[in-house]
């Protein structure tokens, strides 16, 4: 009876990972040739310079001034509001046109790239001074903090010596001719913003900046990002990587035998090889400095990569392992959450209790059908008896709740394996009280009820909340975070 149990759920879980592939391959089909078909409907009309137009460079403005520098940081507190919310000083004035920042999750996309389909459901259209760079689509999060540094700056990707040996990829990547933002600087900051894995990886970028990792620009700091605002943010990993393939035992490593991961190294690695031009206009995954294009690698340097003796999947250097709750644990032990910046989290569910049993998907129809069975799965996971917990005190209900790929508990704020400042805002989006302004170094969040793509690629799915999120998101950059008139 037990060794038929054990075949019967083998043939579930292989129907499921084979079920998922020929999903996310249809969904990714699907957008691409949707790309490519309103491209060739709009080539006819438009002129060259419209097909080829490039990133507007968006110099510094001179009347700016870091008022950062010259304010005290006193917050003044009021008793009907907590310790939490008050007056937060002069930290934003003079800043009130610093550039918004998008930085997309995993699989996701920027600027010129999958044609006229954005990321960002067009919100990055509604001013000149918001950036949606087009980073690694797969590859790790330090990989793309390095790539959105120079995209900002400006030269040749450096991922430094260091990395590049560990790694066994080259040491320099893409070249960016012109710096989108060429003047920035602690007196010139930024706000970032980050959808799923992109809001890890702003942390993990402005912490970069703290450390002065990058070689040639010894004058970074953490005050050249203003806030940080995550959507549906993976800040403390999330159960999915583990029913996807990455063994719980180390928290990087993939399973061996058929599962999702397995699947996916074959066609990232397949994908890069061939190096097709027009493909890899419409999307990039993001592993050019490993190499691994048939006119560098050769038949050879296939059959190594695909064997896994070569290549970003050898040590972990893609972005799945880095979205696990080990890998989150590592990570958030160095990451810091700094006094001079202002935080945001908007958190996504789209579980509920069942007559006060079971966690499960609130809806079938409300929820993408990439995320149902996802969000199914993340529910009802279990982490396995017998192994190390990845941090103390680890509970598998706190991770019940989810979006279709990342809990619900890892999106709120920093909290494993210890919390970083908080403050529930609760579910309002029509911002703050009159007068009042939020305080620095505070991770303020707000849970929502959807699903993880909800707030991305297609805004007819949100419908009303998708705009009066992002109009929150711009507001509080813009506005919010500046000197309450008449503190009292």
């Not at 550039?99 to 600027?111: K, R, S, W």
């Not at 958190?347 to 049993?357: D, E």
């Amino acid at each position: 009876m037990g060794m038929m149990c054990r075949m019967f759920w083998d043939m579930v879980s292989y129907g499921d990972v084979i079920f998922s592939c020929f999903v996310h391959t249809f969904y990714g089909c699907h957008m691409m040739l949707t790309a490519i078909w309103m491209d060739l409907m709009s080539s006819s009309a438009s002129g060259p310079e419209d097909r080829f137009r490039a990133s507007p460079v968006i110099e510094a403005d001179e009347s700016e001034t870091d008022n950062r520098e010259r304010s005290n940081g006193v917050v003044v507190t009021t008793e009907s509001d907590g310790h939490n919310l008050g007056y937060a000083g002069s930290f934003m004035a003079g800043h009130e046109k610093a550039p918004i920042v998008l930085v997309h999750g995993c699989f996701g996309f920027g600027e010129y790239k999958m044609g006229k389909i954005s990321y960002w459901g067009g919100v990055e259209k509604n001013d000149e001074r918001i950036f949606a760079p087009d980073l690694g689509a797969v590859c790790s999060m330090h990989d793309r903090a390095f790539e959105l540094f120079y995209y900002l700056k400006g030269g040749t990707v450096d991922y430094g010596v260091e990395r590049s040996e560990k790694y066994g990829h080259s040491r320099f990547g893409h070249t960016y001719h012109q710096g989108r933002y060429p003047g920035w600087s602690s007196k010139h900051p930024i706000h970032l913003v980050g959808h799923s894995t992109g809001a890890q990886v702003c942390r993990l970028f402005q912490n970069m900046l703290a450390d002065k990792v990058f070689p040639g620009h010894e004058d970074t700091s953490a005050d050249w990002v203003l806030s940080i605002t995550s959507i549906s943010g993976a800040l403390n990993g999330t159960t999915r990587v583990y029913t996807d393939g990455i063994r719980p035992e180390d928290g990087w490593s993939i399973k061996r035998g058929f599962c999702a991961l397995q699947a996916l190294r074959v066609v990232v690695i397949l994908y890069e090889w061939l190096d097709i031009p027009f493909l890899k206009k419409y999307y990039d995954l993001g592993f050019d400095h490993y190499n691994l294009q048939w006119r560098k690698a050769g038949i050879s340097g296939l059959v190594k990569a695909l064997f896994n003796r070569s290549g970003p999947f050898v040590r972990g250097n893609y972005v799945v392992p880095d979205l696990s709750v080990h890998s989150a644990v590592e990570m958030n032990k160095k990451l810091r959450t700094f006094d001079k910046t202002f935080y945001f989290s908007y958190a996504t569910k789209g579980t509920k209790k069942w007559f006060s049993l079971w966690t499960l998907p609130g809806t079938v129809f409300g929820t993408h059908y990439l995320l149902f069975i996802r969000s199914l799965q993340i529910a009802l996971w279990r982490y396995p008896k017998g192994l190390p917990l990845p941090y103390e005190g680890f509970s598998d209900d706190e991770w019940e709740d989810n979006d279709g790929a990342v809990n619900t508990k890892s999106q709120l704020y920093p909290c494993v394996p210890c919390e970083h400042p908080s403050y529930d805002l609760g579910t309002d989006l029509s911002g703050l009280k009159e007068g009042q302004v939020l305080q620095p170094g505070i991770w303020y969040y707000t849970t929502l009820v959807g699903d993880h793509i909800i707030f991305a690629i297609t805004r007819r799915r949100a419908g009303v909340t998708f705009d009066l999120l992002y109009d929150s998101v711009f507001q509080r950059c813009r506005k919010q975070l500046r000197l309450s008139p008449n503190p009292s």
